[in-house]
């Protein structure tokens, strides 16, 4: 077999065990290490001491030692030990950890709980009420901590009970839910901006400029369609009765809006605009971000040391799994790009004469097939650079691609049989929610999210305009 051709059967095997539940980080860096051996191996560096020593008439012992030193004289390890010391001092995901540590301590802190009963109020005269509230909530809430689980999960705890008890539709109450929850990825700050800005290089200040209208814009498109669902189709969304939703006078609801929304509000503008305008590297409004939701936390009275060591102790390991994944991933992609892996790939796709509409509509498609067994980080540490390379060829923006990468992730959260995002909320449902229940609720929003990719193509200027106005893109 050539070079090229190993490299082939390595992404073969790859994508073979990590569909048999292998740990996929260390699957990585198992496979690259392995064949990267071969890829570095030199026979003469490895015995050159061994032979000396033989030579020489050392003893057994020594020619053992030197043995061992040989078999580990060879470049892939000294690749590993570059890799991982670069995702350590890599400044960009040096966000990771505090943006993540910010979202777990405001969950805990129950603000958001706060927060959709406040909007709740405030939403009452708006058909769908209830749906509205919880997607406003859930589009807070999703971008200051970027985790699906834990936003799928807290809001399936705080706003399905609610709606249920208002006599909204199984399927449409558990579709908001799931569909809300995936935002974070995508509105910044998000962490999976970080993760493909790492992968790219291209700056996240300008990422987190061009992601914000599109995730507005598929944030408004799903209040758009619960709204207009519940005109036309009121007996899926009820009006609230007295009892649902008490009516209070404008005085109460400023002040709860004052001591709810507001605050959580003006943190992720303040840490989102530092980063935009420059006044703080996404670290320094990362570390703000972290320190203001201790503030939100403490004011609240609700930071307890137990919420602390747990906030403290979910941010190690969520960062953790994103910094192996980053040396697994690093480590492979080197190997297969020696290998000549990536040549082949590129000598592929630009042999089938594709215009830059259908490159973008096989990658994305790609991606798509990709985020029914994978989670999104996998899906970008891994698969997203090997698109990355082509980009130029075909004359596309990496920050458009971004985009679209982030809008099409959505997908990977609500599509059956591998829809996350129902997983995580039929495991705190009420037991009458039946999982084909969750799957029906979910196909209405997946349908906006590919509306919402073909708008932005259309409309390219809806990522472009901010940069542009901001950097002068």
């Known amino acids: 077999m050539t070079d090229p051709q190993i490299a082939l059967f390595m992404l073969g095997i790859f994508i073979l065990v990590i569909f048999l539940g292998f740990p996929i980080a260390f699957t990585l860096m198992a496979m690259g290490i392995t064949f990267g051996y071969y890829a570095y191996f030199d026979g003469a560096r490895m ?17 053992f030692e030197l043995w061992i030193e040989g078999f580990f004289r060879n470049n892939v390890f000294d690749l590993f030990v ?12 040096t966000a990771v950890p505090l943006f993540l540590f910010m979202g777990y301590v405001v969950e805990r802190a129950n603000i958001v709980a706060r927060l959709f009963s406040t909007l709740n109020i405030a939403a009452r005269h708006v058909p769908g009420s209830m749906a509205v509230a919880a997607l406003i909530t859930c589009t807070l809430f999703a971008t200051a901590t970027g985790i699906v689980g834990a936003v799928v999960t807290l809001m399936g705890l705080l706003a399905l009970p609610a709606m249920l ?38 700056s996240i200040v300008q990422l987190y400029a061009g992601a914000l209208l599109p995730g507005l814009l598929l944030s408004g498109l799903y209040m758009i369609y619960v709204t207009g669902r519940a005109i036309v189709q009121p007996s899926v969304a009820p009006k609230p ?13 400023t002040l709860m809006l004052l001591t709810s929304f507001f605050p959580l509000a003006f943190l992720i503008l303040a840490v989102l605009g530092a980063i935009l305008f420059g006044l703080a590297t996404p ?13 939100l936390a403490i004011a609240y009275r609700a930071l307890t040391w137990d919420r602390l060591r747990e906030s403290v ?14 040396v697994g991933s690093w480590t492979f992609s080197s190997v297969f790009s020696y290998l000549g892996g990536e040549h082949v790939i590129f000598e592929f796709v630009t042999g089938l004469n594709l215009t830059p509409l259908q490159f973008l509509l096989l990658a994305q498609l790609i991606i798509f097939l990709l985020g029914w067994p994978l989670e999104w980080s ?7 650079p090997i698109f990355l390379p082509l ?57 906006l999210v590919f509306v919402a990719m073909a708008v932005l193509y259309i409309q390219p200027e809806i990522a472009f305009w901010l940069p542009g106005l901001i950097y002068g893109r």
């Open 391 to 447: 980009l130029p060829h075909f004359g596309i923006d990496p920050l458009f691609f971004g985009i679209l990468v982030a809008l099409n992730l959505q997908t990977s959260f609500l599509t059956p049989p591998m829809a996350m995002s129902a997983y995580y909320l039929k495991g705190i449902a009420p037991p009458q929610i039946q999982l084909v229940q969750i799957f029906k609720g979910c196909m209405p929003f997946l349908l």
């Open 47 to 63: 015995w050159r001491s061994y032979n000396r020593a033989v030579e020489n008439g050392a003893d057994s012992w020594t020619q």
């Open 241 to 253: 009765t007295a009892e649902d939703v008490p009516d209070i006078g404008f005085g109460q609801l």
């Open 378 to 384: 996998e899906i970008i540490i891994i698969f997203v």
């Open 82 to 93: 570059n890799q991982t010391y670069s995702v350590m001092t890599n400044e960009v995901l």
């Open 283 to 295: 670290t320094e409004a990362a570390s703000i971000g972290a320190l203001g939701g201790l503030v």
């Open 313 to 326: 102790y979910l941010t190690v390991r969520t960062t953790a799994m994103v910094c192996w994944l980053f």
């Open 165 to 202: 008890k208002a006599r909204y539709d199984n399927s449409f109450a558990s579709g908001i839910i799931c569909a809300g929850g995936t935002l974070g990825i995508l509105i910044p700050p998000s962490i999976m901006l970080i993760v493909y800005a790492a992968s790219s290089g291209v």
